[in-house]
């Protein structure tokens, strides 16, 4: 079979060798498909592909009426709102996601923009520090343990709000649950976002949840910039002063945040939480693995859409 890696954003180097050398051991072909600078151009990559491998690379249903062979396409990676889950259903697609594995990646640069936010950005003038200081994780999934791991490091209060797990899984990671997402935001200093982009949460993090916060409060989304209501964001800002935001990734209105705002946000220039050679070997193995295992086996274990 011929597996397409198909990402604008390339993996590294070594990544791709260990991607190489699963798909070959397993039998099949792999192509390479990176930094393409048009739908068009991926289009026509998967002409002939039977599975591909991507990370948040478009798989709509133009894709998919350009891929008559494709029989899976793997998401390297946790958020899979990049993919057509019905789209690939209708095509008789099997659609995964990589779970937890570039989840430390992610949590990482989440407390590397916190430090630099913390220390003013390196300015040399004096900042604060984490110890201490309460950490809100919205939702308590792969990246909210890796977050709730280093967080204990720090020696951060940590609590977390998620209604798909249960009270005893988050104290037992020795983090503080709430019953509430008002609860959450009020109570503490640094709020993390670690919640998908779906049709409940897009645009949901606003005025209503960023009022709540207590005086200092800074907003990291290292999850998508689609969940924050920016308009809100921003009044916010206006009126609170202390309010900071962090994201990985600018969001549209980044333009109104530089006019306004400076020294009380930080953008990455690219979405890069899972931009470590160690997240791209274990996302991009795993994505080969998953699909050698589909085509030995019919294995379908991480499939994310229903079947026809
Ligand atoms: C994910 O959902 O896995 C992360 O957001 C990583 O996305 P990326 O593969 O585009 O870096």
Known sequence: ???????????APLAISQIRDVAEEGGHTLTLLEKYSSPEELHA???????????????????????????????????????????CTASGVVAMNTPGQNSNAVAELA???????????????????????????????????????????????????????????????????????????SSCQYVSLHIPANDKTRGSIGEKLISLMPAGGVLVNTARKEV??????????????DIRYLSDVAPDNAS????????????????????????????????ASQIVAFFATGDETCRVNKPK
């Open 45 to 87: 990559a998967v002409a002939d592909a039977d599975a591909l491998i991507v990370r948040s690379d478009i798989v709509d249903a133009a894709l998919l009426a350009a891929a008559p062979k494709l029989k899976i396409a793997v998401r390297a990676g946790a958020g899979y709102d990049n993919l057509d889950l019905n789209g």
């Open 111 to 185: 407390f590397g923009m916190m430090l630099f936010s913390a220390r003013g950005g390196f300015d040399g003038k004096t900042g604060s520090e984490l110890m201490g200081k309460s950490l809100g994780l919205h939702a308590f999934g792969n990246v909210g343990r890796c977050m709730a791991r280093i967080a204990a490091g720090f020696g951060m209060e940590t609590c977390a709000y998620d209604p798909f797990v249960d009270h005893k899984a988050i104290r037992d990671a020795g983090v503080t649950p709430v019953d509430t997402i008002e609860e959450l935001y």
């Open 256 to 287: 109104l945040f530089a006019e306004r705002f400076a020294g009380r946000y930080f953008f990455t220039p690219k979405k890069m939480g899972a931009q470590t050679a160690e997240a791209n070997i274990n996302a991009g193995v795993a994505a």
């Open 228 to 241: 924050i209501n920016e308009a809100e964001l921003a009044e916010m800002m206006e009126k609170r002063s």
């Open 1 to 11: 079979m011929k597996i397409l890696v198909a990402t604008e954003k390339p993996f």
